[in-house]
C-alpha cells in the first residue's frame, strides 16, 4: 500500500518535468522514441512510470517544441526522429532555471526532516 | 483519430517495442501503461485529437450552479410581477382603501332643500336620507332638522348617515 502510495508521487512528480527531460536528451542530438528512453536510462532514470514518453512527444511535436524528421532504419520501416527546436531550447532553459528554484525550496522546506524507513 | 497519425503511431511503436525487446526491456516499460485503452487515451489527448474530459464533479457543479441561478431568475421575476400588481391596485382610483377615520357633517339646518342635499352628499358622509318625503321634495322646502347634528365626529366602525327633516320656511 504504502509502495503504491510512493509510485503515485513519484510519478505524479515526475509528469511535471518529464518534458524537460525528454527535450534535453534530444537537446544535442536527434533520437527516436526508444532511443530516448535508453538515453533516459543511461542518465538515471528508469522508470517514467504512468507518464510515457509517446504521449507527451506528441503534445511536444504539437506545441512546436520538437522537430520531427524521418530517417531509415536497418532492415525496417523508417523511423522518427526528434530533436529540440529553437523555441524547444527556450522552454528547456526556462524549464531549468524553474526546476532549480522549485529543488531549492523545497530541499530548504525538507532539509531538517530525517527520513525513516521502517 | 485520422489514419495518418494512427498509422504513424503504430509504425513509431511497432519499431521501438521491437528493439525495447530485443534489448529485454518490457512493452510495458516502453509505454509506462499496462492498459491500451489509457495509453491511447493519453496519446490522443496529448496530441490534441481528443478534448480533454472535465472531472464528473466540476460538471456536476456546474449544473448545480445553472439551476441556482434560474430559481434566482424565477424568484427575482415574480417579486418584480407582485410588485407591479401591488403598484397597479393601489394606484386604481376607484379602490379606497380605508375610509377617513374622521368625517365632518356639515351644518345645513335652515338651507334649501337641494343645496343641503348638495353640500352633505360632498362632505364625506357615507350615506344621507331625507325623512317624511318618500315620494320626492321640491327644491323651496327648508331643512328644519338633522341628525347628527353639523360637527366633526369619529367613525366606529359604523357608517355616517346624515338624516334631514324638511319643511316649510
Not at chain 1, 42 to 48: D, F, K, N, Y
Not at chain 1, 104 to 117: F, Q, R, W
Not at chain 2, 71 to 85: E, H, M
Amino acid at each position: 500500500m504504502r509502495r503504491m502510495a510512493s509510485e503515485s508521487r513519484r510519478s505524479q512528480m515526475l509528469r511535471g518535468v518529464l518534458d524537460l527531460c525528454l527535450l534535453a536528451v534530444v537537446v544535442d542530438e536527434p533520437a527516436y522514441g526508444y532511443e530516448m528512453t535508453r538515453r533516459l536510462r543511461e542518465r538515471g532514470l528508469s522508470t517514467v512510470g504512468e507518464g510515457s514518453i509517446y504521449p507527451l512527444l506528441g503534445r511536444l511535436e504539437r506545441e512546436g517544441l520538437v522537430a520531427t524528421h524521418r530517417e531509415a532504419s536497418d532492415g525496417g520501416p523508417p523511423r522518427k526522429y526528434y530533436s529540440a527546436s529553437p523555441s524547444g531550447r527556450r522552454a528547456l532553459a526556462e524549464g531549468v532555471r524553474a526546476w532549480r528554484d522549485v529543488r531549492g525550496e523545497v530541499d530548504s522546506v525538507l532539509a531538517t526532516i530525517e527520513a525513516e524507513v521502517a | 483519430m485520422p489514419d495518418l497519425l494512427a498509422e504513424e503511431m503504430a509504425t513509431e511503436l511497432d519499431s521501438d517495442l521491437a528493439e525495447a525487446q530485443a534489448d529485454g526491456v518490457s512493452a510495458t516499460e516502453i509505454l509506462g501503461e499496462s492498459d491500451p485503452r489509457r495509453f491511447a487515451a493519453n496519446w490522443a489527448g496529448e496530441r490534441g485529437l481528443v478534448s480533454e474530459p472535465r472531472p464528473p464533479k466540476r460538471r456536476r457543479r456546474i449544473w448545480l450552479w445553472i439551476v441556482v441561478a434560474l430559481f434566482l431568475v424565477l424568484f427575482a421575476t415574480w417579486l418584480a410581477l407582485q410588485a407591479v400588481g401591488s403598484g397597479s391596485a393601489t394606484s386604481g382610483p376607484s379602490v379606497e382603501v380605508t375610509p377617513p377615520r374622521r368625517v365632518s357633517v356639515p351644518n345645513v339646518i335652515g338651507m334649501k332643500a337641494c343645496r343641503a342635499v348638495r353640500t352633505v352628499a360632498h362632505s364625506g358622509v357615507d350615506d344621507w336620507r331625507v325623512i317624511g318625503h318618500q315620494h320626492g321634495y321640491t327644491c323651496d322646502l327648508v331643512v328644519v332638522g338633522q341628525s347628527p347634528a353639523g360637527h366633526v365626529i369619529r367613525r366606529d366602525g359604523q357608517p355616517v348617515i346624515v338624516r334631514l327633516r324638511l319643511g316649510r320656511s
